[in-house]
């Protein structure tokens, strides 16, 4: 059974942090590319960090040195860690299984992707 489980949301004033857990099935989290992709009230949704099996990561320049993507194999979980949070991080925060390295080292969603339920991110000034 394919399944992916966000926990962690929340809001936050701005300068603060969170972190994102997401539990995989064993089928998904064998996936050789998991991530966190996030949309926020009329955009497109966008990649914010990947994981790869081979412990490689990817982050979309707007979160680079503030989130750091991380995985617990004993308990088939990733985690998001956000720090120094800013308004424009307000979004709903998906894990995704599949993801990819797509044109310019972006995170982007493989054809194949499996999503969760989301959890939402508000972050206030």
């Known amino acids: 059974q394919v399944q992916l489980v966000e926990s962690g949301g929340g809001s936050v004033q701005a300068g603060g942090s969170l972190t994102l857990s997401c539990a995989a099935s064993?089928?998904?989290?064998?996936?050789?590319?998991l991530g966190w992709f996030r949309q926020a009230p009329g955009k497109e949704r966008e990649g914010v960090a990947a994981?790869?099996?081979?412990?490689?990561?990817l982050y979309a320049d707007s979160v680079k040195g503030r989130f750091t993507i991380s995985r617990d194999n004993a308990k088939h979980t990733i985690y998001l860690q956000m720090n120094s949070l800013k308004p424009e991080d307000t979004a709903i925060y998906y894990c995704?299984?599949?993801?990819?390295?797509?044109?310019?080292?972006?995170?982007?969603?493989?054809?194949?992707?499996?999503w969760g339920q989301g959890t939402q991110v508000t972050v206030s000034s």
């Open positions: 995704a299984a599949e993801c990819s390295s797509g044109a310019g080292r972006t995170v982007v969603a493989g054809p194949g992707v499996y």
């Open positions: 994981i790869f099996t081979s412990g490689g990561t």
């Open positions: 064993g089928y998904t989290y064998s996936s050789n590319c």
